[in-house]
């Protein structure tokens, strides 16, 4: 153990790139940039690699394989990913910078320097260490976003173990079958945390979801809200009672750059939630590349990615992205509207915030919630917003730029998938010359090679709606499904051979700017949190009165899209307005409160072709009161007629209710 001012330079760490030199190139240096990755992408990626830390080297940056994903990144190349985002500031002036302004819902504040980063990071490592955790183990991360969360995933790639985070918003059930999937040995918890003015009772969530998880040992307690929560013995443990006092330094461990540095569960077409899983250099020359490409964060910035850390937008652009660039940003615990509707805007006000990195859902609630409430803030320091995860309509983008930036700040749109690791297609603010396109996310950053194809891979025409495809290997890309390996390259790789198939609907105008028109697949985007529909399905037949169910995302002027339920019960139990709510009540504590469907009504059949499939795409027409689409297929119509029936009973009921 030693208590100095942090670790000596390894020999060869170079001086990291000055945050202050300008890094987002202009036009005719993009096009350059843009056939300098694809004519030589060794040659591309150099510079940029050499800006990291890397322990030892050997070999080329990109080795080309047979299988999927078709190739390795810095294979040989040993580093740690948590050295590059924290320790390589500490021997350089970042040191004393803040490196996260954070503030709790009901207002407390601190602000974290690299340093107490520093000293956190390695307090919480040995801590794991001393309960066991080494190289290659699971954690599993179940927090409120308190900078204890950010710390959690720093410390576990330290040890070169693997983190799982599971977003605080999900259920036990939803937790349980993560943590099964990973076997977890060791699950990192608080007492609870605030949201929207109440609190939300992790422990209890945890407790209810250990009953069913054989892999985990020990569970390591943050304090937030100070409720009682019961200890069982032996296996709970308070931080505080077990850290070490004093300052402590655990030896980053290095690990091969394809060495995983996290799995992070998500929603893929059938009831099981998929383990993707991220590699450690590739990774992190990803985000420290893209943080740069699309943020161009300097020393006078404060960034705000307004993501929870449980979604990959947090995994990357809250933590990763913005440590690895050495920028200051800021994190906050609670909900938008708590107190009062202009939270935000007095965040940005007092950090002077000046890039805002959120959700169109946000904006379209914002926009609900009246101008009034940006209008009486300051919001002179923001100077580029960003957009991601669910596709953002072009008057969400024209309230934005008008009410928010003001006119003055360049909207990008990022489109990229807890798949992809970081962005893949985003406007570069720096190149100002490209005019940009409300609802357009313009072009695919150097280094990617995108294309809009139909189903037989032909390039479709300009204008036209296609299948999105990305051609050659990204640095970010993920390297597998944990514990799958069949299912890595069936769903990702088999549609296309040789390129990755993200699952989703684009087109590219006449222009080339790319327009990205949501999933191809039974994936909804609800409020940008993304949940399969048979995942739903599978919670809900686990109630003893559900016979069967078909879900479906209907459309939502301000989420995006919400779920609505079609359930068959089993004999004995009558559809009653009563046993609706149970049914969403029980996936509320199942599954957890974003999924909830909005709407659920009962039939006696479901519309299916004579394969016995569920004819979703009709039960959305159904749902969204349109002319049904084409119904040869279908087995028998009645079962559709029966449909329309319920879903406009269902509608009657709910305007009486509001009567
Ligand atoms: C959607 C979130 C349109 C898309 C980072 C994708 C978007 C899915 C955009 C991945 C965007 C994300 N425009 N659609 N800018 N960004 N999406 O894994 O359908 O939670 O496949 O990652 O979100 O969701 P995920």
Redesign the pocket.
Same mark, same amino acid.
Not at 413 to 420: N, V
């Given at each position: 153990m030693s208590g100095g001012d942090g670790p000596d330079a390894p020999a060869g760490l170079k001086e990291a790139l000055p945050i202050s030199a300008h890094h987002s190139p202009g036009i005719t240096e993009l096009g350059a940039l843009r056939r300098r990755a694809r004519e030589d992408p060794e040659g591309f990626w150099r510079p940029l690699v050499e800006g990291l830390y890397w322990h030892e080297r050997a070999g080329p940056i990109f080795a080309p394989r047979p299988d999927p994903p078709y190739g390795q990144w810095l294979k040989g190349w040993t580093t740690n990913l948590c050295y590059n985002a924290v320790d390589r500031w500490i021997a350089t002036p970042r040191r004393n910078q803040v490196a996260f302004y954070w503030e709790g819902e009901p207002g407390d504040r601190r602000a974290i320097s690299y340093f107490e980063l520093y000293r956190e990071v390695n307090r919480l490592a040995a801590t794991m260490r001393q309960l066991g955790v080494g190289v290659g183990d699971r954690v599993s991360i179940y927090l409120p976003m308190i900078p204890e969360a950010i710390v959690a995933l720093l410390a576990t790639v330290r040890l070169g173990a693997i983190h799982s985070v599971v977003f605080g918003g999900f259920a036990a059930q939803a937790l349980a079958d993560r943590i099964n999937d990973s076997r977890s040995r060791l699950v990192v918890t608080a007492d609870g945390g605030f949201r929207a003015g109440r609190t939300v009772e992790l422990k209890r969530i945890v407790d209810q979801a250990l009953a069913q998880t054989p892999s985990v040992e020990r569970v390591l307690l943050f304090r937030r809200t100070g409720a009682p929560v019961p200890l069982e013995e032996g296996r709970d443990v308070w931080y505080d009672s077990v850290a070490p006092a004093g300052p402590v330094v655990v030896p980053p461990v290095w690990v091969d750059a394809t060495h995983p540095s996290f799995i992070l569960y998500?929603?893929g077409t059938t009831g099981k939630p998929k383990g993707?899983v991220h590699s450690t250099g590739g990774y992190m020359l990803w985000l420290d590349y893209t943080t740069r490409a699309v943020f161009d964060l300097h020393e006078r910035d404060v960034f705000w990615c307004t993501?929870d850390l449980g979604?990959?937008?947090g995994h990357?652009y809250v933590a990763y992205g913005p440590l690895l660039r050495g920028a200051t940003s800021l994190v906050y615990e609670g909900a938008p509207t708590t107190p009062a509707p202009d939270r935000w805007w007095k965040l940005i006000e007092h950090y002077g915030v000046s890039v805002l990195y959120t959700s169109?859902t946000a904006i379209r609630s914002f926009i609900q919630l009246g101008d009034a409430w940006p209008g009486s803030h300051d919001l002179s320091s923001l100077r580029l917003l960003g957009?991601?995860? !669910?596709?953002?309509n072009p008057e969400a983008w024209l309230w934005y730029d008008e009410r928010i930036g003001r006119k003055r700040c360049p909207i990008v749109? $990022?489109?990229?998938? $807890? !798949?992809?690791g970081g962005?893949l297609?985003?406007a570069q603010p720096g190149n100002a010359v490209t005019p940009l396109k409300p609802g357009s996310?313009c072009f695919p950053l150097p280094g990617v090679d995108a294309a809009v194809v139909d189903e037989h891979g032909r390039p479709v025409a300009p204008g036209q709606k296609g299948l999105l495809v990305i051609r050659r290997p990204w640095p970010g890309q993920f390297i597998g499904l944990w514990g799958d390996p069949e299912r890595y390259r069936s769903v990702y790789f088999d549609r296309f051979p040789g390129w990755y198939y993200?699952?989703?609907f684009a087109l590219q105008d006449r222009d080339g700017y790319y327009w990205?028109?949501?999933?191809a697949d039974e994936?909804m985007?609800i409020a940008?949190?993304?949940l399969a529909t048979a995942e739903l399905e599978d919670i809900l037949i686990m109630h003893p009165a559900v016979a069967e169910s078909a879900v479906i995302g209907r459309s939502d002027a301000i989420k995006g899209e919400v779920p609505v339920a079609c359930v068959i019960l089993r004999p004995g139990y009558a559809p009653t307005p009563k046993l609706r709510e149970e049914l969403r009540e029980h996936v509320r504590t199942s599954l957890g409160p974003i999924a909830v469907p909005a709407q659920l009504y009962f039939v006696a059949r479901l519309p299916k072709t004579r394969s016995a499939k569920i004819m979703r795409r009709l039960l959305r027409d159904v749902v969204e009161e349109r002319p049904l689409g084409d119904t040869t297929t279908l087995e028998d119509d009645t079962s559709l007629e029966e449909a329309r029936r319920a879903y406009a009973e269902l509608q009657r009921e709910i305007d009486r209710e509001r009567r």
């Open positions: 998500t929603s993707a993501a979604w990959v937008t990357s169109p957009s991601v995860g !669910e596709p953002i749109d $990022t489109w990229w998938q $807890t !798949e992809t962005i297609i985003s996310a993200p699952a989703d990205l028109l949501g999933r994936v985007k940008g949190h993304r």
